[in-house]
């Protein structure tokens, strides 16, 4: 080992100092993935790549492709033996991973070759499953789809899904609904982080992570907040590992004491909940001690003078009383977030789930602009996106209120635009006119619903259980198509349950039946249609950093399922837009995706630009992400967006002015609401010199590069040294919201009165067309004394094994043998109390219902507070619905869902749900 040690070393010519950081950087890679460092440039790069690959035999096939079960986006090479996938290797020069994986991600063979898949179609009838052909299957969705659109309308129609999709076939289904008629389509981002879109969007201008991983191992801190890395996103962690082995800090406030702040320098607990109060301690402290960064404050934000006024009532006495943090803490906290700069601030579903979850999310961004953090590589807002494309099928908007790249659907604009693209596109042979676009929706009260925002996968049930005349638009929901979509992961479960026993037709497209197919009591009107894995399919997928990566099918779909794209078409054909699914191949949608989704700069992720770089993985340094020499020269690893031209080497680090925009630089959107209040705030909120232009009840001083099909305004602004978007300022107030900058309220679902009543949440209000009681409930709760009848905070969260609603890593035998079994955790202290040993069966309960699972005696959690994973399903309130799958397919590892139990509370901004807060109590079963 010594000696190859110091031959590389010496062929590269990397100094003993170098190598030593180089190998600090991750001691699970392998030296392989590390020789594509910095001074590994030029002819060493033919060098390697003259190599031959080693077949180990002439039958076998080796694929690259990338893990689908989180957003880090860790590359793996498939093995195929005779058309098989039978292993995975180490993918060692993909610069995000190294050829390092989790446990999760190493599954990827055992969930494809799972013998409890669905593999051909079936229908439930007189309360048998029945298999049926693919013809018949098609035939029948289509009629029932046509027949409930003309009987009752296109709005009783919900989509949902699609979150493993590919970036392509995730566009595929939004434009589906577009085409079917509705904006009565969401997926499970809504309920992830939609709160992030919306905080970051409405802070900086973009709602996306501001860093890429790779990027993150430039920063001197890590700051988590409601993020469990050390269990989500393995492998990003092992990086922020490497990071602290160089000096780096990790800070972790969150309730628990989990696997992540195991790992911690300073750890601090704080109430569920709290969470804007913890932040605004925070900054009251950095404001009171001078650490901010004034010069960033004046230069590139907006509306700092509220902040710090808001603060002023967040002493760290008074954050102790709300969050049950000592003050001495909090200070500790705010001085090693400061101290050790450029220092970031990384969150999860910790954050994002709770009726202030926008809210929160903002409150961390204007933490990272106090500090300075922004536009920093290390630095920045770090959401850390759960499925593994999850960021790209949200940019691809298969949301109720966006179309793709995030054209309001409220905006006829947008929908000239897609009419515009629909038919301009020459990767199919489709033509519409705006007039027939909108003639495919509904009117109600004598306005077109093309322009109304649909319901979101939070509350989609209440479309079908409210009366008619409590909800806005026409008629009930009478279907619903679950693409991909765990219905275990929405709250209030059981009025779900009720719904999908009241609907007309429910349809599953999906690898696995899921336990949707179990979860209602019904003995018709269901059809499974088999999707094919991740694994089978082809497309492009993007990070949690934004970067676009290719991901080849390892191999063909297995059995009879067929690919999400296929299904699609064949669906459109049925329905009468076949002519706009006439694509040839899953390439033509990425350059109709190219086409068409400009706001956020997806014009330079071609499939060829792609693909090249996927030939070239080992030009790229894992140090910064970059190509050096070779085809990819200068571009970024994934091309992170924004990617503006065919030029361009994509954005890895947002906001950053340091750098040329033709070099990955960036800056603050310039496209705001006008605070009508103050006449000058144009001159205060942007930085550029482009003259102002309004639309839509906005100001901008952007370029009109969102409906420039030709592409030569995003080469003119390039010309001109900007961002198409213009230089703004971060908007630490944000006009136009109810809280213009955030404050503490309490959540639906507090155990303290007293703070409900100096906190409380906002007014009932109608959004995503139904009523939202927010004030209602949370009043409700402390009339019934919930605090008192249920003593406890339940949280819930992620396991390592596990993934989103569990459908695939519960079915594969490896994982499901790891974690069998669905638990709460609790304290040792109430263990005792309520008689209960380590691994007995407790029944956990709320004023929802109750959930039978294992007692996880464990210090993790305090005397206050239970914890949940949210993976489980197959059993409701201790009833096993083992039988009532197709036989052979019932998960190998099932439990009672945490969602059964969970808040009615949600997110006044996005419809989040606030899974992060309800009261509970907890005994022995
Ligand atoms: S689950 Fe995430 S961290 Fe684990 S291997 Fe897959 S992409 Fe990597």
């Given at each position: 080992?010594?000696?190859?040690?110091?031959?590389?070393?010496?062929?590269l010519?990397?100094?003993r100092?170098?190598?030593a950081?180089?190998?600090?950087?991750?001691?699970?890679?392998?030296?392989?993935?590390?020789?594509?460092?910095?001074?590994?440039?030029?002819?060493?790069?033919?060098?390697?790549a003259?190599?031959?690959?080693?077949?180990?035999?002439?039958?076998?096939?080796?694929?690259?492709?990338?893990?689908?079960?989180?957003?880090v986006?860790?590359?793996?090479i498939?093995?195929?033996?005779?058309?098989?996938?039978?292993?995975?290797?180490?993918?060692?020069?993909?610069?995000?991973?190294?050829?390092?994986?989790?446990?999760?991600?190493?599954?990827?063979?055992?969930?494809?070759?799972?013998?409890r898949?669905?593999?051909?179609?079936?229908?439930?009838?007189g309360g048998?499953?029945?298999?049926?052909?693919?013809?018949?299957?098609?035939?029948?969705?289509s009629?029932q789809?046509?027949?409930?659109?003309?009987?009752?309308?296109?709005?009783?129609?919900?989509?949902c899904?699609?979150?493993?999709?590919?970036?392509?076939?995730?566009?595929?289904?939004?434009?589906?609904?577009?085409?079917?008629?509705?904006?009565?389509?969401?997926?499970?981002a809504?309920?992830?982080?939609?709160?992030t879109?919306?905080?970051?969007?409405?802070?900086?201008?973009?709602?996306?992570?501001?860093?890429?991983?790779?990027?993150?191992?430039?920063?001197?801190?890590?700051f988590f907040?409601?993020?469990?890395?050390?269990?989500?996103?393995?492998?990003m962690?092992?990086?922020?590992?490497?990071?602290?082995?160089?000096?780096?800090?990790?800070?972790?406030?969150d309730p628990?004491?989990?696997?992540?702040?195991?790992?911690?320098?300073?750890?601090?607990?704080?109430?569920?909940?709290?969470?804007?109060?913890?932040i605004?301690?925070?900054?009251?402290?950095?404001?009171?001690?001078?650490?901010?960064?004034?010069?960033?404050i004046d230069?590139?934000?907006?509306?700092?003078?509220?902040?710090?006024?808001?603060?002023?009532?967040?002493?760290?006495?008074?954050?102790?009383r709300?969050?049950?943090?000592?003050?001495?803490q909090?200070?500790?906290?705010?001085?090693?977030i400061?101290?050790?700069?450029?220092?970031?601030?990384?969150?999860?579903?910790?954050?994002t789930?709770?009726?202030?979850?926008?809210?929160?999310?903002r409150?961390?961004a204007?933490?990272?602009?106090?500090?300075?953090?922004?536009?920093?590589?290390?630095?920045?807002?770090i959401?850390?996106?759960?499925?593994?494309?999850?960021?790209?099928?949200?940019?691809?908007?298969?949301l109720?209120?966006?179309?793709?790249?995030?054209?309001?659907?409220?905006?006829?604009?947008?929908?000239k635009?897609?009419?515009?693209?629909?038919?301009?596109?020459?990767?199919?042979?489709?033509?519409?006119?705006?007039?027939?676009?909108?003639?495919?929706?509904?009117?109600?009260?004598?306005?077109?619903?093309?322009t109304k925002?649909?319901?979101?996968?939070?509350?989609?049930?209440?479309?079908?259980?409210?009366?008619e005349?409590?909800?806005?638009?026409?008629?009930?929901?009478?279907?619903?198509?679950?693409?991909?979509?765990a219905?275990?992961?929405?709250?209030?479960?059981?009025?779900?349950?009720?719904?999908?026993?009241k609907?007309?037709?429910i349809?599953?497209v999906?690898?696995?039946?899921?336990?949707?197919?179990?979860?209602?009591n019904?003995?018709?009107?269901?059809?499974?249609?088999?999707?094919?894995t991740?694994?089978e399919?082809?497309?492009s997928?993007?990070?949690?950093?934004?970067?676009?990566?290719?991901r080849?099918?390892?191999?063909?779909?297995?059995?009879?399922?067929r690919?999400?794209?296929?299904?699609m078409q064949?669906?459109?054909?049925?329905?009468?837009?076949?002519?706009?699914?006439?694509?040839?191949?899953?390439?033509?949608?990425t350059?109709?995706?190219?086409?068409?989704?400009?706001?956020i700069?997806?014009?330079?992720?071609?499939?060829?630009?792609?693909?090249?770089?996927k030939?070239?993985?080992?030009?790229?340094?894992?140090?910064?992400?970059r190509?050096?020499?070779g085809?990819?020269?200068?571009?970024?690893?994934?091309?992170?967006?924004?990617c503006?031209?065919?030029?361009h080497?994509g954005t890895?680090?947002?906001?950053?002015?340091?750098?040329?925009?033709?070099?990955?630089?960036?800056?603050?959107?310039?496209?705001?609401?006008?605070?009508?209040?103050?006449?000058?705030?144009?001159e205060?909120?942007?930085?550029?010199?482009?003259?102002?232009?309004?639309?839509?009840?906005?100001?901008h001083?952007?370029?009109?590069?969102g409906?420039d099909?030709?592409?030569?305004?995003n080469?003119?602004?390039?010309?001109?040294?900007?961002p198409?978007?213009?230089?703004g300022?971060?908007?630490?107030?944000?006009a136009?919201?109810?809280?213009q900058?955030?404050?503490?309220?309490e959540?639906?679902e507090?155990?303290?009165?007293?703070?409900?009543?100096?906190?409380?949440?906002y007014?009932?209000?109608?959004?995503?067309?139904?009523?939202?009681?927010?004030k209602?409930?949370?009043?409700r709760?402390?009339?019934?004394?919930?605090?008192?009848?249920?003593?406890?905070?339940?949280?819930?969260?992620?396991?390592?094994?596990?993934?989103?609603?569990g459908?695939?890593?519960?079915?594969a035998?490896y994982?499901?043998?790891?974690?069998?079994e669905?638990?709460?955790?609790?304290n040792?202290?109430?263990?005792?109390?309520?008689?209960?040993?380590?691994?007995?069966?407790?029944?956990?309960?709320?004023?929802?219902?109750?959930?039978?699972?294992?007692?996880n005696?464990?210090?993790?959690v305090?005397?206050?507070?239970?914890?949940?994973?949210?993976?489980?399903?197959?059993?409701?309130?201790?009833?096993?619905?083992?039988?009532?799958?197709?036989?052979?397919?019932?998960?190998?590892?099932?439990g009672?869902?945490?969602?059964?139990?969970?808040?009615p509370?949600?997110d006044?901004?996005?419809?989040?749900?606030?899974?992060?807060?309800?009261?509970?109590?907890?005994?022995?079963?």
């Amino acid at each position: 080992m010594a000696a190859k040690t110091k031959s590389i070393l010496s062929e590269l010519k990397i100094s003993r100092r170098t190598f030593a950081k180089l190998t600090a950087l991750g001691a699970a890679a392998t030296l392989g993935g590390y020789a594509t460092s910095k001074k590994f440039t030029g002819k060493l790069f033919e060098k390697v790549a003259a190599q031959p690959t080693p077949e180990l035999y002439s039958s076998t096939k080796r694929v690259k492709s990338i893990c689908s079960f989180c957003s880090v986006g860790c590359g793996y090479i498939g093995v195929v033996e005779d058309g098989v996938f039978t292993k995975m290797d180490a993918w060692e020069t993909h610069p995000i991973n190294l050829g390092g994986m989790c446990s999760k991600g190493a599954s990827m063979a055992n969930v494809t070759n799972s013998p409890r898949r669905l593999k051909y179609p079936m229908e439930k009838v007189g309360g048998k499953w029945k298999r049926i052909s693919w013809e018949e299957a098609l035939d029948k969705v289509s009629n029932q789809l046509s027949s409930i659109r003309n009987s009752y309308g296109p709005d009783s129609v919900f989509f949902c899904g699609l979150v493993h999709g590919s970036n392509e076939e995730a566009y595929m289904l939004r434009k589906f609904a577009m085409l079917f008629g509705t904006n009565n389509v969401d997926h499970q981002a809504r309920i992830c982080h939609s709160t992030t879109v919306a905080g970051l969007l409405s802070t900086f201008g973009h709602g996306a992570m501001t860093s890429t991983v790779i990027a993150l191992q430039h920063a001197k801190c890590h700051f988590f907040f409601g993020s469990n890395a050390a269990e989500a996103h393995p492998v990003m962690m092992q990086k922020i590992l490497d990071a602290k082995d160089r000096g780096a800090k990790i800070v972790v406030a969150d309730p628990r004491l989990t696997r992540t702040a195991a790992k911690a320098d300073l750890f601090v607990r704080f109430r569920p909940g709290s969470d804007i109060a913890f932040i605004y301690g925070l900054i009251n402290i950095i404001l009171e001690n001078g650490w901010q960064d004034q010069e960033f404050i004046d230069n590139r934000t907006y509306g700092f003078e509220y902040v710090k006024e808001a603060v002023k009532d967040y002493t760290p006495e008074v954050v102790e009383r709300i969050t049950g943090t000592p003050a001495g803490q909090l200070r500790e906290v705010a001085r090693m977030i400061s101290e050790n700069r450029p220092s970031n601030v990384i969150w999860s579903m910790g954050v994002t789930q709770h009726s202030v979850g926008s809210q929160i999310v903002r409150a961390c961004a204007i933490l990272s602009c106090i500090l300075g953090n922004q536009g920093q590589w290390g630095g920045g807002c770090i959401p850390a996106r759960g499925h593994d494309n999850v960021q790209g099928v949200t940019d691809m908007c298969v949301l109720s209120h966006f179309l793709p790249g995030y054209y309001g659907v409220t905006a006829e604009s947008s929908w000239k635009w897609y009419a515009q693209c629909f038919s301009d596109t020459p990767s199919t042979s489709g033509k519409i006119t705006f007039d027939e676009l909108k003639a495919r929706f509904d009117t109600y009260n004598g306005e077109s619903m093309m322009t109304k925002i649909g319901f979101a996968v939070s509350r989609w049930y209440e479309g079908v259980l409210k009366p008619e005349a409590e909800i806005d638009q026409p008629r009930n929901i009478k279907a619903a198509v679950f693409w991909g979509e765990a219905t275990s992961s929405v709250t209030e479960m059981k009025k779900e349950k009720d719904a999908m026993e009241k609907l007309d037709l429910i349809v599953i497209v999906d690898p696995f039946p899921t336990s949707a197919s179990a979860m209602p009591n019904r003995s018709d009107g269901i059809i499974l249609l088999p999707a094919a894995t991740r694994q089978e399919g082809t497309g492009s997928v993007t990070t949690t950093g934004r970067e676009w990566q290719w991901r080849d099918a390892v191999i063909s779909p297995m059995y009879e399922s067929r690919s999400d794209m296929w299904i699609m078409q064949q669906l459109a054909d049925r329905l009468g837009f076949g002519e706009h699914y006439d694509y040839k191949s899953i390439e033509d949608v990425t350059r109709e995706i190219n086409l068409a989704c400009r706001p956020i700069g997806l014009q330079g992720q071609t499939p060829e630009r792609m693909k090249l770089q996927k030939e070239y993985d080992y030009t790229f340094d894992p140090w910064d992400g970059r190509a050096k020499g070779g085809p990819c020269d200068g571009q970024y690893w994934g091309l992170p967006w924004p990617c503006w031209t065919t030029d361009h080497p994509g954005t890895p680090v947002l906001y950053c002015d340091k750098a040329p925009v033709t070099e990955g630089g960036h800056d603050f959107r310039a496209r705001w609401t006008y605070p009508a209040d103050e006449p000058n705030a144009g001159e205060n909120i942007v930085r550029g010199n482009l003259p102002p232009a309004s639309t839509g009840g906005s100001i901008h001083w952007t370029y009109a590069y969102g409906t420039d099909a030709t592409g030569e305004v995003n080469r003119q602004a390039l010309a001109e040294g900007n961002p198409p978007t213009g230089r703004g300022r971060a908007m630490l107030r944000v006009a136009g919201w109810t809280d213009q900058v955030p404050r503490h309220r309490e959540p639906i679902e507090s155990p303290d009165p007293a703070l409900v009543a100096m906190y409380p949440t906002y007014e009932d209000k109608k959004m995503y067309r139904v009523l939202t009681e927010f004030k209602t409930e949370q009043q409700r709760s402390v009339a019934e004394k919930r605090h008192e009848k249920y003593p406890f905070v339940l949280t819930t969260g992620r396991q390592v094994e596990h993934h989103g609603g569990g459908a695939q890593t519960r079915n594969a035998d490896y994982l499901a043998e790891i974690q069998p079994e669905m638990y709460v955790e609790i304290n040792p202290t109430v263990a005792n109390y309520i008689g209960a040993k380590h691994w007995d069966y407790v029944w956990v309960e709320s004023a929802r219902g109750r959930c039978r699972v294992r007692a996880n005696v464990t210090k993790r959690v305090d005397e206050r507070t239970l914890f949940m994973p949210y993976h489980w399903a197959g059993v409701f309130e201790g009833v096993d619905y083992g039988d009532r799958y197709p036989e052979g397919t019932e998960e190998l590892a099932r439990g009672d869902s945490c969602n059964i139990i969970t808040s009615p509370g949600y997110d006044e901004q996005t419809q989040m749900q606030e899974t992060k807060v309800a009261l509970c109590n907890v005994y022995k079963a």
